[in-house]
């Protein structure tokens, strides 16, 4: 497993205010914070099909990214700024929502399927790699047998309280983060994973 410091965090989500709330856009309240944190804007950067920012944290920089296209389509936001900016997969992490794991539960990867997930699906059709790491925010699951409602599970908004534990794993996330962008991420996820 590389052991390079992480350059770009990119948070998967939908374009639009009507997308912004719900579970879907998990990955970019995520990367919304990190951008709160460092007092850093994300602009529109037309060139990336995002919105962009260049922060620091803890001496060191990292891109951040919330692609504008819709989710099926975040790969081309993600390969463009990565070529613009001669990032390599193995630098990368995405974050995203994830229906696998429960409400409240946080999980770095690296590598692995895209698990039904569209953003992630074309980040690796555009990348032509799966060997990239993952946040994997847990927004939990319609229920068992409700297979086909998930897609509209994940455009709903959560409940106030799921949104609050959703809110606090972010939280745990960030407890990691100087370890991430130190490219710790073995012992990051052992951190992540114990908690």
């Known amino acids: 497993m590389s052991s390079q410091p992480i ?22 309240w995520f990367v919304a914070l990190l951008a709160e944190l460092s007092n850093t804007a994300l602009r529109r950067e037309s060139k990336f099909h995002a919105r962009y920012a260049s922060a620091t944290f803890h001496q060191q920089s990292c891109h951040l990214l919330i692609p504008t296209t819709f989710m099926n389509l975040s790969g081309q936001a993600v390969a463009a700024c990565m070529h613009y900016h001669k990032i390599t997969p193995h630098t990368l992490l995405v ?11 946080v999980r770095l990867k ?10 992630l699906k ?29 897609a509209d599970y994940v455009l709903h908004p959560p409940s106030k309280a ?4 959703i809110d606090d794993s972010l939280q745990q996330a960030l407890t990691v983060l100087p370890l991430i962008l130190d490219g710790e991420m073995a012992q990051a996820m052992q951190m992540l994973h114990t908690e």
């Open 7 to 28: 350059q770009l965090i990119a948070g998967l989500s939908n374009p639009g205010k009507e997308y912004e709330a719900t579970r879907h856009n998990a990955g970019a």
């Open 95 to 105: 974050a995203h929502d994830d229906i696998d794991l429960p409400v409240g539960c």
């Open 110 to 119: 690296y590598d692995g399927g895209d698990g039904g997930h569209n953003g």
């Open 122 to 150: 074309d980040v690796i059709q555009h990348l032509n790699t799966k060997q990239f790491y993952r946040l994997r925010i847990g927004v939990g699951h319609p229920g068992p047998g409700k297979k086909e409602e998930v």
């Open 162 to 165: 799921d949104r609050k534990k």
